[in-house]
């Protein structure tokens, strides 16, 4: 039986527009790019973009192949792909999708074939993905649910004195 976000705290909102869409997917390459690469490469890129394409950081989801050819001349094709695919999962994570890696490949495809799974996922009257079915979408909550509740023991921990840290 599907459920609203009223008796289901754990339904996900199912982003329909292209506006959220391109929200999540530069969520997604800023996610990938700082964390592998740091914030200075992350504003570096967006430097580059803004000065020889006039593409801003909102703009970058609607010109993903001007972005992966910077990927490319910046990184060279093997390590471009590499960040791609961190893209993607990242992407996929988010959604509660599963990531399978693909060879031929591209961002674009993988964002395009995200956006078509999201669409053909069950939708409940109220516009909200079914997440207590299970599946990845459950899966991802509960990790994120033991990532805060670990990160709220170890701070608690910190903050008595009861860590002990070996160097």
């Keep these: 039986m599907k459920e609203n976000t009223e008796t289901n705290p754990k339904a996900l909102p199912v982003k329909d527009t292209v506006k959220e869409n391109n929200g999540e997917v530069k969520y997604a390459i800023e996610n990938a790019i700082f964390t592998l690469l ?31 050819k910077t990927l490319e001349r910046t990184f060279g094709m093997r390590s471009a792909r590499t960040i791609e695919r961190a893209i993607a999962k990242r992407f996929y994570f988010r959604h509660g999708l599963e990531f399978v890696e693909v060879d031929g490949y591209r961002l674009q495809d993988y ?29 991802c909550c509960n990790y994120v649910w033991l990532r805060s509740w670990l990160l709220k023991q170890y701070a608690h921990r910190a903050h008595k004195g009861l860590l002990r840290i070996r160097i």
């Design 111 to 139: 964002i395009e074939d995200a956006k078509r799974q999201l669409n053909h996922s069950a939708i409940t009257p109220s516009g909200y993905r079914n997440v207590e079915s299970g599946g990845p979408a459950n899966s």
């Design 38 to 68: 740091g914030q200075t490469v992350l504003f570096s890129l967006y430097k580059h973009l803004k000065d020889n394409y006039s593409i801003s950081p909102d703009e970058i989801p609607d010109h993903l192949e001007t972005f992966v």
